[in-house]
């Protein structure tokens, strides 16, 4: 995190009246939140991020029936966080549930795969922040039928046609907040 808060910092300084959009996917997307939680919405106008884990000490416990993410490598993955012992896994760098509300950008689009063990916690996440960021254009997108990493395929597969709108939606997203 604070690899990408210093290219973050750097970018904005160049551009000091410039704001930054951010995206990312799996622990990417966790870190795009992070981010933009730590920068705040006076730096960042969006944050479009896919399938990200939201409160890793939550769901590390969770059940998981997803062959490509089962509980064990949740664990290990998780883990590879942080150093042992040195922050809690509810700290709100790495677990954006845990994040003030206000420290969002105005834009927030969070999409999950609807069998994805993390989609509970996802649904939580912009749930809550609808309801203490209202006027702000914050967005949840389930894609049915597909897990984590569902635009991740095996060669080839092909992503369905509503992941590929999702795809097409958020670049609209991070366009419109950067123009």
Not at 31 to 59: C, T
Not at 68 to 85: D, E, I, K, N, S
Request: net charge negative; charged share 25%; hydrophobic share 40%.
């Amino acid at each position: 995190l604070e690899d990408a808060e210093d290219v973050a910092l750097h970018v904005l300084a160049q551009n000091p009246h410039t704001k930054i959009a951010l995206s990312g996917f799996s622990s990417g997307g966790c870190l795009a939140l992070g981010l933009a939680s730590l920068l705040g919405p006076d730096h960042v106008s969006a944050a479009a991020v896919f399938y990200p884990p939201m409160d890793i000490a939550k769901d590390i416990t969770r059940p998981s029936t997803d062959p490509l993410l089962p509980p064990a490598l949740m664990r290990h993955f998780f883990a590879c966080y942080v150093v042992p012992g040195t922050v809690s896994h509810s700290d709100a760098r790495l677990a954006p549930a845990y994040a003030q509300a206000g420290s969002f950008p105005e834009r927030v689009w969070v999409t999950m795969g609807e069998d994805d063990p993390l989609c509970q916690s996802a649904e939580r996440f912009v749930e809550r922040l609808k309801q203490e960021r209202r006027g702000k254009e914050v967005k949840f997108v389930g894609v049915s039928g597909v897990g984590h990493g569902f635009d991740k395929m095996n060669p080839g597969m092909e992503v369905n046609e509503e992941g590929k709108r999702v795809y097409a939606d958020a670049i609209e997203l991070l366009r419109r907040s950067v123009e």
